[in-house]
Nanobody, 129 residues
Framework: QVQLVESGGGLVQPGGSLTLSCVAS????????MAWFRQSPGKEREFVAR???????????DYGDAGKGRFTICRNNAKKTVELDMQELHAGDRAVYYC???????????????????WGQGTQVTVSS
C-alpha cells in the first residue's frame, strides 16, 4: 500500500495561484501513475490532472476540463513528489484536492477515480475574497 500525503492547500483570493504537493512513501515512485482529483460538497470526485508512466523515464500528462490551461502537474521522482500548480483560481475551484496513485504500466484511461487504488487524505482549497 502506497502512502500519499498532500500539502499546500489553503485560502487564496480569486485570480490567485496555489501549488499543491503530494509525497509518496515508496522508493519505486518512478513507476507510479500519479493524479490529482478534487471533490466539492455534494459532487462526485472530479479528475483534474495525471502523470502517466509510459515506461523507462517517459511520462505523459493529461488534464481535466476544469483545469486545462490553468493547472500544471509536475513530478519529481528523486523527491517522490507530484505537484499541482494552479493559476487563475476562481470560486469554482474550491474543493478538497486528492492525490492518487496507481502502480505499474496501464493502458488507456486513468481519468476515473476507480482507476486508482491509493489515495491521500486530501487538502482543502478555498478561493474567496
Amino acid at each position: 500500500q502506497v502512502q500519499l500525503v498532500e500539502s499546500g492547500g489553503g485560502l487564496v483570493q480569486p485570480g490567485g495561484s496555489l501549488t499543491l504537493s503530494c509525497v509518496a512513501s515508496e522508493s519505486t515512485f518512478k513507476t507510479y501513475n500519479m493524479a490529482w482529483f478534487r471533490q466539492s460538497p455534494g459532487k462526485e470526485r472530479e479528475f483534474v490532472a495525471r502523470s502517466k508512466w509510459i515506461g523507462s523515464n517517459i511520462y505523459s500528462t493529461d488534464y481535466g476540463d476544469a483545469g486545462k490551461g490553468r493547472f500544471t502537474i509536475c513530478r519529481n521522482n528523486a523527491k517522490k513528489t507530484v505537484e499541482l500548480d494552479m493559476q487563475e483560481l476562481h470560486a469554482g475551484d474550491r474543493a478538497v484536492y486528492y492525490c492518487a496513485a496507481r502502480v505499474g504500466r496501464v493502458g488507456n484511461g486513468l481519468r476515473e477515480a476507480s482507476d486508482y487504488d491509493n489515495w491521500g487524505q486530501g487538502t482543502q482549497v478555498t478561493v474567496s475574497s
